[in-house]
């Protein structure tokens, strides 16, 4: 068990069987309460923690170490919409620029680099399969995308050859449109 007393600047760690930790622990806050009723009579004491609570996880053993300042402002704000993370091939618009690009990522990210504007964005909504099938070429693509018009051309992976697809609201889903 630990006996730990972190003051600002100042930490100190003693590892030290329970029993032995209880009674060294009780001894502290009976000083300490000694201690505060000598400086000041009208300070507020608060009752030590009892035993039934969980224990608390188990620390690094550090002795008489000197922690270092931690000078770090953290803000945080709750977003107005979870960002929504993507991987695999992905046909990407910028929300700022309009700029349109084709892109690969092995592992999920939350936030796109678009190098035309130098911003980074990132997804609100989920992303639509696109399904388009070159017509020049014969290759088939499957990606995902932000764009959210009904109609839009996307340039075919292997010859940059247009490939129109359009939105199948009952699939939730881009496919090329059909050469009749």
């Known amino acids: 068990m ?9 930490r100190f760690t003693a590892e030290m069987p329970e029993q032995i ?16 009723s000598e400086v000041d009579s009208d300070a507020e004491i608060a009752e030590p923690e009892s035993d039934d609570e969980q224990p608390e996880p188990e620390l690094p053993e550090l002795c008489d170490e000197q922690p270092e300042p931690d000078n770090t402002v953290c803000v945080t704000s709750e977003p107005e919409q979870a960002v929504i993370a993507a991987k695999g091939m992905l046909y990407l618009s910028c929300p700022y620029c309009g700029n349109t690009w084709f892109t690969f990522t092995k592992e999920e990210q939350s936030l796109f680099y ?67």
Not at 2 to 10: A, F, N, Q, R
Not at 21 to 36: E, N, P, Q
Request: proline content about 5%.
């Open 114 to 180: 678009c190098r035309a504007c130098n911003q980074h964005f990132g997804f609100t909504e989920p992303l639509i399969p696109v399904w388009a099938n070159c017509d020049a070429c014969g290759t088939a693509s499957r990606a995902f995308t932000n764009l959210t018009g009904q109609m839009f051309d996307i340039s075919c992976r292997n010859c940059k050859a247009p490939v129109t697809v359009e939105y199948i609201k009952k699939k939730h889903v881009y496919q090329t449109i059909p050469r009749y």
């Open 21 to 36: 930790c209880k009674t060294h622990y009780a001894a502290f806050v009976s000083t300490l309460l000694d201690t505060i």
């Open 2 to 10: 630990k006996l730990i007393v972190i003051i600002p600047g100042s």
